[in-house]
């Protein structure tokens, strides 16, 4: 066969490949959404043997076979055409993948869609063992997949690499002794100064209210209806299934307006990623974000470099009181402003602030690595989960849920999942640096409610791209430098000597 | 390999092949009511790899290969028993299914997921040119899946037995052509008598009311929330995804009261037969009804024998005043019975009265037939429809959204499933008269709101058998005799004499 038969064939495999990726990631939303209960054991199977089933698709032998007819082409093409990406980004997944038996795969996907209902009711009843050989399991299956790909400098990089394409445990573990000791000094200056009240974020917010105002902004941010939706989940995810449909999904605490608010603007960053990939990588792997910590860095840009700044509410502050002016009406913009920039050591990661969410992700790194290396028994992480917790930031969690429970990945089985989130935040500074370099006008837009340059940059600059690129590669080509601490150190230093006067 | 090894296998591919079809029903699912219109391409892209893959995991020569291998076990086995009938289903579907073409299977998949938004916005808009290229390619597709199974006696044949396994064109026609004069003689005599007022019904009814009376009855029927719910659609429909997870949709009209509520009532018949079914038949192909006509007898039971029945509203009508009290207040019980009995022609098949339903199925029979026969054109089907109706009932629809483009099975590539309906009109007449010789109290139960022994008798003679039996067998087991239109004439004229004094 010739190059243009065998690339079409290439395709149509990945488009089928892809295919059953959406339709695999429906399931899960809709298990996140509307499932009812007694749905969970035969869905279960069905995300298995879909797993399998992609799985065995894509490692097949012909696709090996295609991959190795396809070299002299791709040696052809310009390295950045989307061709010649498709081609490279497959052949590593291939490489990787091959590794794996379906049977592994499909065990996965059983016993995390199992764990997954038992996580839920765990962390309503705050009762971690019987969560315990659920979690011994997903830790023993992931330890098992990490082996498929021995050697390796640490029996962490291949589960990291999932999530990062190339970055090493290394790297994190570098990136992060660098910044610990800057976040830590950072959150003690902050400590001696007085706290802030924000008892008023604390009042009765009704959700239709905290609701409209969500769909508002992230309208604004340029989130697009006619290829999306918002539903309510316990954990707010987003989930795309393509290009044309992205689904995000929130949840509301009626006592306390940040936390669905700040969701939905974090969320509409990852969703308006999934929008914004070209329309020609559909169904293929490359209808996918470059990586998690580059998906983070857009969900953290709209939730917090721009969500949570003096700009961005003194357009919005004056709709929030519409909506809100009961709670809100004798509270001036700035103390509303210092009140969601309030910096305090809490137990629950997705309700940190910006200065010590980081600190919430290095306790779980080290877990992770601890479970995975067979340092730490599940058992035991309860205690090794509060006593981290003690150390990092200084306060015990009141019980499970507020702890060791309160994060669905592990019952997911993403393991080296969590870094990312870290990553995420300081890509998000650097970009933002670049950002205003290119456009000093930024944030002057942003004041005035526009973000049409703001969200056009990253389509053209990120989103546009999809998986193109590897992380550090395409931070690397935005900024001209990889992943880098010092720009979000920056941010945050800025940040906080205006609203604590340090 | 021993038989027992082949059956184990023979089951895993049922399973896995069980899993996909439950898998593709959510996607069908999601489509109808959540999925944001940006998704229709690639969720036909989805649903059409989907079942390509199923399609040839069905037909895979291993499969043809174990149902040689396990002829021996099968002819040792009693042949009612769950491992035979699961050969001999699976036979049956396997020789069927292997004559078609993976790729017809996924271009019907493509072209019915495409049509699907034509055929909504071609409704809403009454405008049937938009549609008519999409259905000539739906029944183009429709006809060369039926050419794969020449020679037959009729054209159509193939098609009515992918709903009504073993069932003939000519046996349908045959009923048909005994019954059309029976009802049409009834709806003369009723046409003779005074118009029943039913205005009150078209009074405002608040959704919210509408939903809580349906949920309230439909939960005293035996419908299991922990394992099934119910959401809103264009065209209400059941979804199972297996045992564990049945779906039902309804939709509102909120100037007309019996809309949504029978809609409930009606699918509830159907979401309890899927619950219903025996979990031992769980992810094989006889975790399904016996046949759509089996289905609608209990839908139309719940919906009508029992929903619309004097003894159904002496216990409920007390309880729908406390919903409604200022629509209802003044109309007492035998007058409110009468109205939601009214028979009167007209144009939506689903608002039909059950003396002038079955024509509406008897008008689109005849233009399935023609247009799969080549005898009529699709661009001439509007006129067909409107000239059909003139002769069938004596009126014409005043635009295509409340004729031809009413319905969705024609864009979801539905040919041969209408006849199903009227079927299942008269074997819920079948069995109501069975199950009263079984247990003549079951009209005073009813009027006491007790509904257990009746979803009982269901559930022992019906639902449990999932796809064991094919409709005729099953239907001549419990009643003695084949599908018979007799019970239903003798019920419509009992009912019609008492309601209209005839």
Chains 1, 2 share one sequence.
């Not at 996918?288 to 580059?294: D, E, Q, R, T, Y």
């Not at 917090?304 to 709709?319: C, D």
């Not at 590897?470 to 001209?480: C, K, M, N, S, Y």
């Amino acid at each position: 066969m010739n190059s243009e038969t065998n690339l079409a064939r290439f395709k149509t495999i990945l488009n089928e490949y892809t295919d059953l990726k959406n339709a695999s990631a429906l399931l899960r939303w809709d298990q996140e959404t509307y499932m009812p209960p007694g749905g969970a054991s035969e869905r279960g199977y069905q995300l298995a043997t879909m797993s399998r089933i992609a799985h065995l698709k894509f490692t097949s032998p012909e696709v090996g076979q295609l991959l190795e007819d396809l070299r002299p082409l791709s040696n052809e093409l310009d390295p950045d055409s989307d061709d010649a990406r498709l081609i490279k980004v497959t052949e590593r997944l291939y490489k990787k993948k091959s590794k794996v038996p379906a049977s592994l795969i499909a065990d996965i996907a059983k016993a995390t869609s199992d764990a997954h209902l038992v996580w839920e009711k765990a962390r309503e009843e705050s009762n971690f063992n019987g969560f315990i050989p659920h979690l011994e399991k997903i830790i023993e299956l992931r330890r098992q997949y990490a082996h498929c790909f021995k050697p390796y400098d640490h029996v962490y990089d291949p589960l990291l690499d999932d999530y990062e394409p190339s970055l090493k445990t290394l790297d994190v573990q570098t990136i992060f002794n660098s910044l610990k000791p800057q976040q830590v000094e950072l959150i003690r200056a902050i400590s001696r100064r007085d706290q802030i009240d924000d008892s008023f974020l604390h009042l009765n917010y009704d959700q239709k209210g905290q609701w409209d105002f969500g769909v508002e902004v992230i309208t604004r941010f340029g989130f697009d209806w006619h290829r999306g939706r918002q539903d309510e989940s316990i954990h707010p995810f987003t989930q795309s299934h393509g290009v044309g449909d992205v689904r995000i999904t929130t949840r509301f605490l009626q006592d306390y307006f940040p936390s669905a608010f700040f969701s939905t603007a974090h969320e509409s960053g990852h969703g308006l990623y999934a929008q914004g990939i070209d329309r020609k990588l559909s169904r293929t792997p490359l209808d996918n974000g470059a990586s998690l910590s580059i998906h983070e860095s857009q969900s953290r840009l709209y939730e917090n470099v721009v969500g949570r700044s003096l700009e961005f509410w003194t357009h919005f502050y004056p709709r929030l009181l519409e909506y809100f002016p009961s709670q809100l009406g004798n509270v001036p913009l700035e103390t509303f402003y210092r009140a969601i920039n309030k910096v305090e050591p809490s137990t629950i990661r997705v309700e940190a602030d910006e200065a010590t969410y980081n600190l919430h992700i290095m306790l779980r790194l080290e877990l992770e690595i601890a479970l995975i290396e067979g340092q730490l028994q599940v058992k035991d992480l309860p205690a090794a989960w509060n006593s981290a917790m003690q150390d990092y930031l200084g306060i015990t969690p009141a019980n499970d849920a507020q702890g060791v429970l309160q994060d669905i990945h592990w019952s997911s089985g993403y393991i080296g999942y969590f870094p990312t989130y870290a990553l995420g935040n300081l890509v998000a500074a650097q970009l933002w640096e670049k950002l205003i370099a290119d456009n000093p006008k930024i944030q002057d837009q942003i004041q005035r409610g526009e973000f049409e340059s703001l969200t056009t940059w990253m389509k053209d600059n990120i989103h546009h791209h999809g998986a193109k690129f590897e992380p550090q590669e395409l931070v690397q080509r935005i900024t001209g430098s990889k992943i880098d601490p010092d720009p979000y150190m920056r941010y945050l230093t800025n940040k906080y000597t205006d609203i604590y006067e340090l």
